[in-house]
């Protein structure tokens, strides 16, 4: 892996470049916290909609908090991968549309082939929505407010992939910042973070929230930026997790001035995400994640398998298992189940074997 060159006369700022690469347990260990995460929100979104009562819905509840491991995770892959080679960005921009569009693009396929199967297609195409979600613009206004397009299709778990498109968008700027000043970007980054949170409490925009979340990816990308560099527990990620805290402490605030309506909605629902968000940082990296390496590498054929198809399963779940009406039944459910696996083997694993590659092999995220 190529290392970013050290800036001239600042030993102290060369010292914090990462020199190693992720070694081949670590990578098995976030393959199976990808594929995990994937897998849990399916079923989620299965007991949500299965009106699934008791233990089980509540082990299953959690669906909004998985999500929270891709932004974790992604920043971490992404910053491991292309800390050294996004600067130019021309070629990483090409990498990730590679990465992420042919799925989306399938996804909202999947979602109009469904509802034409069901009888409906008139009533969701909506061609706003359509260009929102393809443009990175969606999330779910039922949960929070300033919400520009709800996602297409009612396909409502693509709207992770928008504050995922943003991050990407904006990594390169951050990484140029980090290059200059590898101290300072973490308070940078914190501030601009905490106003954005401040600015959509007062204004709610979806710009100010992605922004504002743009600090979760970030702890990712630092948290690897640490492991690379020889570090392996969370004293390491105290600016950003202590900058962090303080989004999830003007997030309580919030909640505080606006009132609780309830767990899953705004305003508590971002007090959720970054307390979850810093969970993870802190108890991932360090023995839970090294207990995490060790019991997945027995299973390594098929954590990399399921790992090389999640982001499949998790963009084309929604309308195949849970909006396709002929899954309601037995023999629907096992014929949705296959296309699924079928479709997300197609759209992410042969995808990404067959389409042009742009200077390096496009980083798993």
Same mark, same amino acid.
């Given at each position: 892996?190529?290392?970013?060159?050290?800036?001239?006369?600042? $030993?102290?700022?060369?010292?914090?470049? @990462?020199?190693?690469?992720?070694?081949?347990?670590?990578?098995?260990?976030?393959?199976?916290?990808?594929?995990?995460?994937?897998?849990?929100?399916?079923?989620?979104?299965?007991?949500?909609?299965?009106?699934? $009562?008791?233990?089980?819905?509540?082990?299953?509840?959690?669906?909004?908090?998985?999500?929270?491991?891709?932004?974790?995770?992604?920043?971490?892959?992404?910053?491991?991968?292309?800390?050294?080679? %996004?600067?130019?960005?021309?070629?990483?921009?090409?990498?990730?549309?590679?990465?992420?569009?042919?799925?989306?693009?399938?996804?909202?396929? *999947?979602?109009?082939?469904?509802?034409? =199967?069901?009888?409906?297609?008139?009533?969701?195409? =909506?061609?706003?929505?359509?260009?929102?979600?393809?443009?990175?613009?969606? =999330?779910?206004?039922?949960?929070? @407010?300033?919400?520009?397009?709800?996602?297409?299709?009612?396909?409502?778990?693509?709207?992770?992939?928008?504050?995922?498109?943003?991050?990407?968008?904006?990594?390169?700027?951050?990484?140029?910042?980090?290059?200059?000043?590898?101290?300072?970007?973490?308070?940078?980054?914190?501030?601009?973070?905490?106003?954005?949170?401040?600015?959509?409490?007062? *204004?709610?925009?979806?710009?100010?929230?992605?922004?504002?979340?743009?600090?979760? #990816?970030?702890?990712?990308?630092?948290?690897?930026?640490?492991?690379?560099?020889?570090?392996?527990?969370?004293?390491?990620?105290?600016?950003?997790?202590?900058?962090?805290?303080?989004? $999830?402490?003007?997030?309580?605030?919030?909640?505080?001035?606006?009132?609780?309506?309830?767990?899953?909605?705004?305003?508590?629902?971002?007090?959720?995400?970054?307390?979850?968000?810093?969970?993870?940082?802190?108890?991932?990296?360090?023995?839970?994640?090294?207990?995490?390496?060790?019991?997945?590498? @027995?299973?390594?054929?098929?954590?990399?398998?399921?790992?090389?198809?999640?982001?499949?399963?998790? %963009?084309?779940?929604?309308?195949?298992?849970?909006?396709?009406?002929?899954?309601?039944?037995? *023999?629907?459910?096992?014929?949705?189940?296959?296309?699924?696996?079928?479709?997300?083997?197609?759209?992410?694993? #042969?995808?990404?074997?067959?389409?042009?590659?742009?200077?390096?092999?496009?980083?798993?995220?």
């Amino acid at each position: 892996m190529t290392t970013p060159s050290a800036c001239p006369n600042d $030993t102290k700022k060369s010292s914090l470049r @990462p020199r190693k690469i992720i070694s081949k347990r670590v990578s098995l260990a976030l393959d199976l916290a990808r594929c995990s995460a994937a897998i849990y929100v399916i079923f989620h979104h299965i007991a949500q909609t299965h009106e699934i $009562t008791g233990l089980i819905r509540l082990i299953f509840s959690f669906g909004q908090e998985a999500v929270l491991v891709f932004f974790v995770l992604s920043g971490f892959v992404i910053f491991a991968n292309e800390h050294g080679r %996004a600067i130019p960005p021309q070629n990483y921009y090409m990498r990730r549309i590679r990465r992420i569009y042919p799925t989306l693009i399938i996804a909202c396929l *999947i979602g109009a082939v469904v509802a034409l =199967d069901n009888g409906n297609l008139a009533a969701i195409m =909506d061609w706003r929505r359509l260009f929102g979600t393809l443009a990175g613009l969606q =999330d779910v206004s039922a949960l929070k @407010p300033g919400v520009i397009v709800d996602p297409y299709a009612g396909n409502t778990p693509l709207w992770s992939l928008s504050y995922e498109m943003f991050f990407y968008l904006i990594f390169p700027l951050a990484l140029m910042l980090w290059h200059r000043m590898p101290r300072s970007s973490n308070y940078i980054i914190g501030v601009i973070s905490f106003a954005s949170f401040a600015f959509y409490i007062l *204004i709610p925009n979806h710009l100010s929230l992605v922004t504002a979340y743009f600090l979760v #990816w970030w702890c990712g990308a630092m948290a690897a930026n640490a492991y690379l560099s020889g570090a392996r527990n969370a004293l390491a990620l105290t600016t950003p997790l202590l900058w962090l805290s303080a989004l $999830t402490g003007l997030a309580v605030l919030n909640v505080t001035w606006q009132g609780f309506s309830s767990f899953g909605t705004y305003p508590f629902l971002m007090v959720r995400h970054f307390v979850v968000a810093i969970f993870l940082i802190i108890f991932f990296f360090g023995p839970l994640g090294v207990c995490a390496a060790r019991i997945s590498w @027995p299973a390594a054929k098929p954590i990399i398998f399921l790992a090389s198809i999640s982001y499949g399963l998790y %963009a084309f779940h929604y309308p195949i298992l849970i909006r396709w009406d002929r899954a309601d039944s037995a *023999i629907g459910t096992v014929l949705a189940v296959i296309f699924l696996i079928a479709f997300a083997i197609a759209g992410d694993r #042969w995808t990404q074997k067959y389409l042009p590659r742009f200077i390096g092999t496009a980083s798993r995220s």
